[in-house]
């Protein structure tokens, strides 16, 4: 009787250390780092879409932010609630960045040499809410913000059937700085859709010195990322400012 009075005891516990340790959700102390992009909502308000496609209502915040529409953003958030008043969170927002958000631009033989051919090198690519997200390396010499540039090639035909090339161009405007530094930038694939099709395969080409990748990924209309890869992705060091 002794041994199983014990038992109960040890398991009631272990139920208490349990519960003690779940973390609670909706605490001031628990934060998300996410990627999203800004919904502007009348004069200065806004919500956020993350890439696996929730909504959230910044019902606080510790920070002053002017919205934009078509901007990408790192937002730290904490969630005080679950779904409600049609969106999956209301959310503090403690603190948020402005990610570089550009088009897809089309080169021909005038804009050829200012989009430069300098060395980029892409750690990771991939399609998250409707934009091409590259996360990447170059060489920041501390000159002027260097040109950072998505582009379809106008003057030569795709090589292979079906798919768009795009080569991503940097021009460090001589800075010759050896060292290499982390940068983020998203690129908006909407013009990309068609109405006969609900899909577009991507080639994304990168010049690292002598060194020409390719990275295949495949642009489906409005689909989520099905993973938010932020977590895997940490906010560069170099300030969005300094590309463009």
Known sequence: MKDTAWGFVFFIVLLTVASCNKKDEHSLGEFHIDIATVIPMGESGYMLVLDNGKQLWPAATDVYYLPAGNQRVFVNYTTL???????????KINDIWNILTKNIIEQTSQNTDSLGYDPIKINEVWVGNDYLNIDFMFNYGGIRPHAINLVADSLYPNSVPDTLELEFRHN??????????????CFDLKPLQRANTDSVQLAVKARNGDEVKTYNVVYRYNQAALQNKIAETPIPVVASNEYY
């Open 172 to 185: 460090a405007y001589g800075s010759s700085s050896p060292r290499f530094y982390e940068g983020f930038v």
């Open 81 to 91: 609630s679950d779904e409600q008043g049609g969106y999956d969170h209301y959310v």
